[in-house]
C-alpha cells in the first residue's frame, strides 16, 4: 500500500549552496525532534544516514541527511552485473576523439518498451568516476515507465533536463514533478524510479563525476541575479510501503549491477539534512546582459557549476541561452566566433537558438571540444550581420550548455550512429573571403 502522501506535489525551497537543513514528514510524529532520541525513532521505523560528503567537510559545503525508513538500505539480494545497453562510463577510449565539429539529430523514440534507465545513451565524457573528477553526456529517449524498477548511480549526480515529455521523479525522499525546461538534480547514490506523464519523453542527462553543482559567484553583478536561491525546490517526504518482486539497478564504477529485492526502497517516512534532490524552473533565470556594446563572455549565463580543484575552473558547468532582449549597439549580437580550452556539450530543448539555422533543431545535440574552433553558421552570421540596432527580444527559445574543463572524449555510438550529422562541417564553407584592404 502507498503512504499517507504517495503523490506530493508541494515542496520546500532549497536554498542551493547555503546548506539548509530540511524537516520534513510524511506521518505526522514520525521526525524525531528535540531531544528525542533519533537512534530510536517512532512506528518501528530504522534510522539510516545518507553522507553525500566526508564527514569532515565545512559545514557550508557538508551535505547529508539522516532518514526514518520502513527497511534501511542493506536489505536486498546480491547485485549481478547486467548489460549497460548504450550506457558508457569512463575511461572513455572505445574509439579515438576526433578533434572536429560534431553535431547530431535527436534521438528517435523507441519502437519497444523502454524506461528511463534502459533509454540512456551517451555520447562522451571525460575524468573518472572512482577519482570523482569529470562527467559524462548522455541523452534518453524512453516510451515506458519504471514501476517495479529502481536505480540509484553511485558515480555521479545526475542532472536531468527533459525536451519532450514531463517526468515524475520520485526519489527516497519524495516527488519531483519535471516539466520540459525544468531541471532536476538526484544526488549521488539517491535511489528514484522515472514516471513518463506522456506516451514519449527525451531529453538530455549530465552525470557530474565531481564536486557536487553550486551557485557560481557572483563577482561584480552583486548579490541578486542568474539563478536566485530562493527558486530552487526540494521534495517533501513521501513513502511507498509496499512488497513485490522487485529490481534495485545500481552504476558503480562505470558499470551496471542488478539485486532483486522484495519492497520498494523508497520507503522513507521522513527526512531532515541537507542531501536532497532538487528541480529548478530554467524561465527563472535572471539574465545577465549588455547596455551598451560587445557581445558577454557566456560565464553571465551560467546556472550551477561543480568546482574542481583549479580555483576559478569548473570540473563541469550549466549554462542557458534563453528569452531575453539584445540590446547592444555596433555589435555582432550572435555568439562570435571563437575556440575554448574548456569543451561544450550543447543541447537544444526549444525554439531556435540565435547563433543556429532551423536545422539545429530541438533535440539536437552538437560538441565543440578543446579548441575547435565554430560559432554562428552562414545563416545565422547572415541575420546578425544584417540586423538593424532596434532593440530585440528573442524568446520562445531555450538551450543548455554543458561546459567541461576536460576534453570530452566520444563513445563508439556518438561516432558510428546514423544520427551524426557527417556534413556539419559545411555549415560554415560558406563564410567567404570578406577582406577588402582598400
Known sequence: MLGSRPMPVDTLRYQIGFGNDFATEALAGALPIGRSNPQTPPFGLYTEEINGTPFTAPRGQSRRTWTYRIRPSAVHEPFQPISPRALRSAPFDEVPTSPNQLRWRPLPIPTTPTDFVDGLVTFGGNGDPAQQIGCAMHMYAANASMKDRFFYDADGELLIAPQLGALHVRTELGVLHVNPGEICVVPRGMKFRVELEDKAARGYVCENYGPHFRLPELGPIGTNGLANSRDFETPVAAYEDRDGDFRLVAKFLGGLFEAKID????????????????????????????????????????????????????????????????????????????????????????GQYIGKGESFEPGCASLHNCMSGHGPDVDAFERGSAASEQPQYLENTMTIVLETQLVIRTTAFAMETELLERDYYKHWQGLANRFRPK
Do not use: Q
Request: hydrophobic share 40%; charged share 15%; with cysteine.
Open 263 to 350: 519492497h520498494s526502497p523508497l520507503d522513507i517516512v521522513a527526512w531532515h539534512g541537507t542531501y536532497a534532490p532538487y528541480k529548478y524552473d530554467l524561465a527563472r533565470f535572471n539574465a545577465m546582459n549588455t547596455v551598451s556594446y560587445d557581445h558577454p563572455d557566456p560565464s553571465i549565463y551560467c546556472v550551477l557549476a561543480a568546482p574542481s580543484a583549479i580555483p576559478g575552473t569548473s570540473n563541469i558547468e550549466l549554462g542557458l541561452i534563453a528569452d531575453r532582449w539584445t540590446v547592444a549597439r555596433n555589435t555582432f549580437r550572435p555568439p562570435p566566433f571563437h575556440r575554448n580550452v574548456c569543451s561544450e556539450f550543447v543541447g537544444l530543448v526549444m
